[in-house]
């Protein structure tokens, strides 16, 4: 067998990259060839629209989430290019916007900070191959694994933390610091240190960008149909600064600084690399502290990070792609594929890794993108700024983008969560706050791995212990007992193969005393495992011992197939009229004593079953190989499950032939 193993995958391989390269899958995974023959001047007029709004929204966030990710404000640049670009080819929500964000900073610092930019570029490289991997194997199915309290949590614990870290800047302060609690400890440490100009200018930046985030959303900024061109161009300049607001507040910044150099009251980012990057590898070795480290050895030292950044990668653009397709219906896989190439073609250029932005994408969205070719607008600003810009942004004062950094981020705490997830659902709570906690205080990469280790607690115990409804159906007269009905609520797999056979044999002991029949609702169950089927072969026999008939009841084709292994003349009800009539013979034939030997006996061992096959049931009393038929008068009750009533009309299964 291991002899052909070889063989086979190659043939595997070579047949898989047919089909990948056929017509095709190739006009699938280039959704540029769909938009582009219908591309017109009214697509061009909003996508330079939109891509000019997030071009100056993109230039100072990527500057300022390279200061997040240990990095020089350059290589946050590098990072806001490449990605735009790949996207217009091969990405399929238009209103995205790819490039660097300030949880994927985060991450990049945390992973990255012991070897600087050489690592921060192999992590943007090493995430394209995973995404790329993952999207190739099928494996995006994992991230439903991430439920949206853990999601909710993640993302208010690495805002509060990215905020937190910017504090510093904002307040003139200079020092390092390992997590949040020793962040604030050393601020108040320092505090007596602080730059009163610098907090003024963060202190000023901040309110100015709230109060124009605030502009668009204003009535007397929206465009009406009775409107005239000069108040609809006003209305539109008011639209773009309000967007725009990053880039502004920078330039203000910026030029203030300039103005004031002579002598110089802030703290200024410094010298800038000017230029484009250059094309070329990403650095498989590196120099830390005089000692080269080989690819093993930078691998051992990024570690969780290699899979953490991809998960919250891939995360966050499937999470904006749905929220942003308008309805439509997203392939995941391709958005996996263009963040894939974002990445890995990135790293070619030395970007950090990659992924959507909420903000960005907004912008994008309000400012009435047609297509996915905005990005390139987009990126051409970026790479105008790295070309012609980065003297100037030497004066750029720390404060400024400190300030930036928390308007951005502060919009990501989502405290009114908390309220609907108590109202939904209690016990969601407890991983929310457990993977807030574990993130603030502990690490961010291990709050969200402790979330969803909690989330799939919560999950096998649900699974492990279903709910399981037990009722006494009534007689006509609604006095006498008919039947008891035990309704597993959700399927029945071998983590809860105990608890239900427990809750059966408990309502079969203690509600049906020992002799009424009991009815094992089976709607719920859509399979069965091995387990699963020899934990109802143990019921039986249970049920067998005490001498009281039991019924399955409701059973699919799946189910009945699973449990013909049990025994070959068990018969299974499917449908609810042969329930009733099973349920009628069983009382005509004894209406007050147990039925222990009366209906269904089969080897005079067996237990009743629901001896039901094609809509007909054989009441046979198999004795001493003697059959006699069962008769007794009409029977009616009524049934909530069934919702079936007799008629005496109608001829008794009781007066078929055994």
Known sequence: MLDHWPRTTSKYLKREGRRFCS????????????????????????????????????????????????????????????????????????????????????????????????????LCFLNGLIILAAAMCNLGFLINFISR????????????????????????????????????????????????????????????????????????????????????????????????????????????????????????????????????LPQFTAVVNGTTLSFGDILEDIGSGVAIIPILSILGTVAIANAFCGGKTLDAKQEMYALGFCNLLGSFVQSMPVTGSFSRTAVNATSGVKTTAGGIITSVLVMLALAFLTSHFKFIPKASLSAVIMCAVLFMVEYEMVAPIWRARRLDQLPLWVTFLACLFWKVEYGIL???????????????????????????????????????????????????????????????????????????????????????????????????????????PNIKKSLACLDPHIKITSTPEELHSL????????????????????????????????????????HSNTAETCSGEEFDMINPLLQVTTSAAKPSVCDQPA
Request: charged content about 15%.
């Open 23 to 122: 017509k095709e899958t190739l006009l699938k995974r280039l959704p540029i060839t769909t938009w582009l023959p219908k591309y017109d001047l009214e697509c061009l007029e909003g996508d330079i629209v939109a891509g000019c709004a997030v071009g100056l929204t993109l230039i100072p966030q990527s500057m300022a989430y390279a200061a997040v990710a240990g990095l020089t404000p350059n290589y946050g640049l590098y990072s806001a290019f490449m990605g735009c670009l790949v996207y217009v080819i091969m990405g399929t929500c238009k209103e995205i916007s790819i490039g660097p964000t300030a949880i994927n900073a985060l991450m990049t610092y945390e992973y990255s900070r012991s070897g600087g930019p050489e690592y921060a570029v192999l």
């Open 149 to 280: 309290p853990v999601i909710c949590a993640f993302t208010s614990a690495a805002a509060i933390t990215i905020a937190s870290t910017q504090i510093k800047g904002l307040f003139g302060l200079s020092f390092k610091s390992n997590g949040i609690l020793d962040t604030y400890v050393k601020i108040f440490q320092n505090i007596g240190d602080t730059r009163w100009q610098d907090l003024t200018l963060g202190l000023s930046t901040i309110v100015v960008l709230l109060l124009m985030k605030r502009l668009k959303d204003m009535k007397a900024a929206k465009v009406r149909a009775g409107d005239t061109l000069g108040t609809r161009m006003w209305k539109k300049v008011v639209f773009l600064v309000s967007i725009g607001r990053n880039a502004i507040v920078v330039i203000i910044g910026l030029v203030t600084a300039y103005l004031l150099d002579d002598h110089q009251p802030f703290i200024i980012t410094g010298e800038v690399v000017p230029g484009l990057p250059a094309v070329r």
């Open 450 to 556: 402790v979330g969803v280790a909690v989330d799939l607690a919560l999950l096998l115990y649900s699974s492990a212990i279903p709910k399981i409804n037990v009722s006494t159906i009534k007689k006509e007269d609604g006095v006498k007992a008919a039947y008891v009905l035990v309704e597993p609520c959700t399927g029945l797999f071998f983590p809860s193969v105990d608890y239900v056979r427990a809750a059966v044999n408990k309502a079969g002991i203690s509600t049906a005393e020992g002799s009424l029949t009991v009815v094992l609702d089976c709607c719920h169950l859509t399979g069965l495992d091995f387990t699963a089927v020899k934990g109802i072969e143990g019921l039986c026999s249970d049920f067998q011992k005490r001498q009281q008939p039991l019924i399955l009841a409701n059973a699919s």
């Open 583 to 622: 349920l009628r013979c069983v009382s005509q034939m004894d209406a007050v004593t147990t039925l222990s030997n009366n209906c269904a006996m089969v080897h005079s061992n067996s237990v009743v079953c629901a001896m039901v096959h094609s809509n007909s049931v054989e009441c046979a009393m198999v």
